[in-house]
Structure formats: structure tokens, C-alpha cells
């Protein structure tokens, strides 16, 4: 970080009038992260990284200040908190460091500060009956943090609603439980009314995201209605067997009862963005609403009359150039195990049934689940209109090829067993159901498949080369590929090297480097900055396959980071992965026998 650096000079937060540009230092120059004024104007809450510095560490866990310092005259109030180098907190997607931690201004009062605290040393594999604690300290934050509420799992997040109002989530990883909670500001410490409480994975049970609006000091805080205000209003993906169908509640919080006032629609797909009017006699929605052939366009919708809609935007076409629209269908199938799966198929403009089977590009990235059930749900639509990235493959579809985009990898490990234990069994089962599913329908030729993943999906990549005979060609952009070189866990790995080394050294491709006959493609950017995906990563394993006589390439992008932005590396990336495929999937030559 160049704020790190002895060379740079340290900042300093400023004031600045929106009438004159008069400036006007604040508190003292330092490392600042984060400024926030309270919702009455009066304070700032400032947080300011110090040393000592960890190079071992992300700047998440540097020392850090919290203060509170006067807007109208910089001059400090009060340091809330003080908090040393976090190079001690426990492993797990559950853990937390010691002591205070997530300082935020309440939304809903003129300046009271909010924060949590683990009860469990920060440990989710401690014992423990309450996780996390809610407090809060008022203006003039001289009196001592009075507690608001014990939560039995760890702290996942707050909307504030008014005085007597407030909403509280938690989350346990291990078992992908979650919990929302209604809590009575005005009553710290009472016991909390469960709300929500169900498993994250289970999208078809999703209850929406409570809504929130900008109050009169500008924050966000919920929206309430009703007779008394009694009311909240829920916009959800409305996940469904067949996709999914956005929706607004409305949900009475005395009687815990919901009333349905608007879900998209087929054959188009349509997406709450605002409440404008939640009055009984309007319920006006601000809504972004697309079709296959209709891109996305915002709408005025009253949501007591089915049919009206007025145009808010008129933005055209972007692929016109490609013929208007990408032609999209979703593919429902199964794999071996029973699991249900989905994945979009795009086929060329001008394709016929007659055609025959086509030569086919397939992406993928695998995501973990504890049940069978969950994993097989469909997310998604079949009516969105298809947008096109820098990595996307549905360039292909101009270049002759059958695309399965976002093809469905779910690695299940149910109970007691953790999903990685059975990940490369899974992982190939899930694309030779795909292909299967492709080749029964007389578009995909599974004799030339090439498939593609970026981060975790490049792991993947890796893997399925290796493991299956399926592809005639991968390529993978940013991958890890040595699991030793990631010991304390990985994407939703959370056992150590140590605890699982039989999961780790299985899962890297890298020990592997010597069975590989299939083409294999690296990508990576020159500057990854993601802990997990070192440049490392592929250099060791482009060394390894090299030096095992693998048909390999190892491109690196200058300056780029994990997510790849600048044109020329994007279409170079393209000029590259195109040439990869014309020269292994469509037309390969021979190759010779293992």
C-alpha cells in the first residue's frame, strides 16, 4: 500500500464548503480508511490504520483508531476504540477478532455508535451459547456502551428502522444457517423475536431483503408502513423451480403475515429496484424490466394495476452489431448422483436443427453446498437479456460454437461430510452431465468440447483436465492449481492442510502435472492481488506441465490485477483464448495415442 510507504506522506481528512470551497482541516494526518458523519452533522467517525504494519497480513487486520472527532471543528472527542495488530484470529468463515469491531453510526438516531464484540474469543469452534454482542455508546460518548442485544450466532449485519425498530442478522457457516432478528431499540437486552430462520442456500424459501430508504438526514434506514407503521416491505429474487420471479412484500410485523404486492412476470424478467409510493391507494415501483430480446430498461409500475407501466428509460440494443440478441435456452438435467442441475445453452444466429452438432465452449465455477436439495435449485432466469463481458464465452456463438454458460457444478457434502471430500468426482460428473444433456439434444459434439473458468473456476479447469478425458481443450485464467501453497483454507474449505492433507493434495492439479494430455491454456495477471491466486500459481504449474512434455501455454497480462480491465489485455485475452479453441476444439489435429 503506497499510505504504507515512508516515502508517501500520511493524509488528512478535510472539510470542504459546497459554497465557497473553503477548506477546512480535520483531526490529525494519518493512514484514514474510513470517514463518516453522523446522521445529525455534529460528529465525523474516523478510522485510521497505524503501525505496526503486516506484510503477511491484508490491512483488514493492521492496527486500527477509532475516533470521533467535532465536524465544525475538527477538534478530537473521543477514541472509541484502539485496537491492536489481528494476527491471532482463528481460522474459520465464523471467526472474528477479539474485542470491538464493525463501528458504525446508528442510522435512525441524530449520533449514537454501534459496534459488536465476540463472546467466544473469536472462535466458532469454542462452545459457546451467545457469539456476538451488539453495543452502543451515545453523543457525548461519554458514558459507558450500554448492551443492545446477544446474539447466538455471529454478527451478520443491521438495518435500522426507528426507535422502537431494528433488524439483526446472523449467520452460523458450518451449516449455512441464518437468522434475522426484530429487536426493540428501546429495549436493550430484551430477548430477540425471531423473524427469518432457515438455511442460505435454500433460495426457494427466501423471505427478500427488507427495504430500506433515505431518511431525512439522508441515511438509510428501513421503510415502514401500515395502518401504524407496523409494516416492512421485503424485495426478494423470488427463486423458483422455474427461475426466478423478483417480488415485493409486504410484511405485518405483528402478526408476522405477508401480503404479495407485485412478482415478475413471464416471458419477460423484471427486477424491484425502489419503492416510490407505499401508500395503499398507488404502491408505485421503480422496476428494471428485460426480455431474450429487450435490454433493460427502467419502468414506473403501479403495482395495483397489472398492466401499468410507464417508460422511465429508452437505452438501445448494445449488441446490435451482433444481430440484435444472443438467443438463449435453460437446460434442466441430472447428473449421476440425482443432483438437479441447469445451465444456459446459446446456439449461433442462423443454426438449424440440421446442422448437426456443433463444436462447444463451456464455462464453469463450483460452489459448495451441505444439501442435495438445495443444490439442485434453479437460479436464474430464462428471460433475462443475455450481457456480455470482457471473459464471457458467448462471443463464440459468432464463431460457430455451441455455449454452455454458467453450467451448474454444485460439490454437495452432506451431515457430517464435508463437501471437498468427493470435489473431483463431482466436478466431473457435473460436466459429463452437461455434455450428455447437450449431446441427446443433437447440438453439442462431444468429441470437441473445450472448457473455461476464471479463479476457482480455473481450479476446476485444471481438475477436469486431468481427471476426465470429456475436453479437447481448457483454458484457465488466474487459477490456483498447488493447494499447499493456500494451507489455511480455501474458497469454502475450512479444515487447514494439516487437519485434511489427503482433500488438499487430491484437489491440486499440480501433483498431477504428469497424467495431463489434454491443451491447457494459462491466463493470469501480472499484479493478482487475490491472497489465493498468486501469479505463483501458474508459473509453478506451467513449469510442472512443461516439464512433463503437457501441451501447454502460459500467458500473463501486464499491470493486471485478478479481475482483468484494461482493453488491450481483454482483447488480447480474447485473441488468445479464440486461437486456443480453433486449434484444439474445432478442427484439432490428431493427437497422439496415451
Not at 436464474?380 to 470482457?390: A, D, E, K, L
Not at 473458468?453 to 478425458?469: E, K, P, R, V
Not at 491443451?519 to 491472497?531: F, Q, V
Not at 485475452?573 to 493427437?591: C, D, H, I, R
Request: with cysteine; hydrophobic share 35%.
Amino acid at each position: 500500500m503506497s499510505a504504507c510507504s515512508t516515502t508517501t506522506p500520511p493524509r488528512r481528512l478535510v472539510k470542504v464548503s459546497l459554497a465557497d470551497g473553503a477548506a477546512q482541516p480535520l483531526g490529525q494526518p494519518g493512514v484514514i480508511q474510513t470517514a463518516s458523519p453522523s446522521p445529525d452533522g455534529k460528529y465525523v467517525l474516523v478510522r485510521t490504520r497505524h503501525r505496526p504494519y503486516a506484510y503477511t497480513l491484508p490491512i483488514s487486520r493492521f492496527p486500527q483508531r477509532i475516533d470521533v472527532l467535532d465536524l465544525a471543528s475538527g477538534a478530537p472527542v473521543k477514541t472509541v476504540a484502539d485496537l491492536p495488530l489481528a494476527d491471532a484470529v482463528p481460522i474459520g468463515n465464523d471467526a472474528a477478532a477479539t474485542g470491538p469491531r464493525g463501528h458504525a453510526w446508528r442510522a435512525d438516531v441524530p449520533a449514537t455508535i454501534y459496534y459488536v464484540e465476540a463472546q467466544d474469543g473469536g472462535n466458532p469452534k469454542a462452545k459457546a451459547d451467545i457469539r456476538d454482542k451488539l453495543f452502543t455508546i451515545e453523543a457525548p460518548f461519554t458514558g459507558a456502551p450500554q448492551e443492545l442485544a446477544a446474539l447466538p450466532l455471529r454478527f451478520g449485519g443491521l438495518s435500522w428502522g426507528n426507535g422502537q425498530l431494528a433488524l439483526v442478522d446472523g449467520y452460523r457457516w458450518a451449516d449455512r444457517h441464518q437468522t434475522t432478528w426484530q429487536l426493540n431499540p428501546s429495549k436493550p437486552a430484551a430477548p430477540l423475536t425471531v423473524l427469518f430462520d432457515g438455511s442460505s442456500e435454500d433460495k426457494y424459501k427466501d423471505p427478500g431483503t427488507p427495504y430500506e430508504h433515505r431518511n431525512a438526514q439522508g441515511k438509510y434506514v428501513l421503510l415502514t408502513g401500515g395502518a401504524k407503521g407496523q409494516s416492512i416491505y421485503l424485495l426478494g429474487n423470488g427463486a423458483s423451480p422455474e427461475g426466478d420471479r423478483p417480488f415485493v412484500d409486504e410484511m405485518d410485523l405483528i402478526s408476522k403475515k405477508t401480503t404479495r404486492w407485485w412478482r415478475s412476470q413471464a416471458p419477460v424478467y423484471e427486477v424491484p429496484v425502489a419503492i416510490i409510493d407505499a401508500s395503499g391507494k398507488k404502491r408505485q415501483l421503480l422496476t428494471r424490466r428485460e426480455s431474450p430480446t429487450q435490454s433493460p430498461n427502467y419502468y414506473l409500475r403501479d403495482a395495483t394495476k397489472k398492466d401499468k407501466l410507464t417508460a422511465v428509460t429508452k437505452f438501445p440494443n448494445p449488441y446490435a452489431a451482433f444481430g440484435g440478441s444472443f438467443k438463449k435456452q435453460v437446460l434442466k438435467y441430472k447428473r449421476a448422483d440425482g443432483v438437479e442441475l441447469t445451465a444456459n445453452l446459446y446456439l449461433p444466429p442462423n443454426y438449424k436443427k440440421s446442422d448437426g452438432p456443433l463444436p462447444t465452449f463451456m464455462s464453469a465455477y463450483p460452489l459448495e453446498f451441505k444439501d442435495k436439495s438445495t443444490a439442485g435449485q434453479v437460479t436464474g432466469s430464462p428471460y433475462t437479456f443475455t450481457r456480455i463481458g470482457g471473459g464471457s464465452p458467448v462471443f463464440w456463438v459468432t464463431q460457430g460454437y455451441a455455449v454452455l454458460e454458467n453450467v451448474s457444478v454444485p460439490i454437495v457434502g452432506e451431515g457430517t461430510k464435508d463437501p471437498n471430500d468427493t470435489y473431483i468426482e463431482q466436478a466431473v460428473s457435473s460436466a459429463k452431465a452437461a455434455i450428455d444433456e447437450g449431446a441427446r439434444m443433437g447440438v453439442v459434439d462431444p468429441a470437441r468440447v473445450g472448457v473455461m473458468g476464471h479463479s476457482y473456476g480455473a481450479f476446476m479447469t485444471a481438475n477436469l483436465l486431468t481427471h476426465s478425458n470429456l475436453f479437447k481443450a481448457g483454458i484457465a485464467r488466474s487459477g490456483a492449481y498447488n493447494r499447499t501453497l493456500t494451507p489455511y483454507g480455501f474458497q469454502g474449505e475450512e479444515r487447514n492442510y494439516w487437519e485434511a492433507p489427503e482433500v488438499y493434495n487430491a484437489m491440486s492439479p499440480f501433483n498431477y502435472a504428469n497424467k495431463i494430455k489434454t491443451p491447457i491454456l494459462l491466463i493470469h495477471g501480472e499484479a493478482d492481488n487475490n491472497t489465493g491466486t498468486y501469479p505463483i500459481q501458474s508459473e509453478r504449474y506451467y513449469a510442472a506441465l512443461k516439464g512433463q512434455g503437457a501441451t501447454a501455454r502460459y500467458v500473463v497480462l501486464p499491470a493486471e490485477a485478478h479481475g482483468y480491465a484494461a482493453r488491450e489485455n481483454l482483447l488480447h485475452v480474447l485473441w488468445e483464448t479464440n486461437a486456443w479453441l480453433e486449434k484444439y476444439v474445432k478442427a484439432p489435429a490428431p493427437q497422439p495415442a496415451n
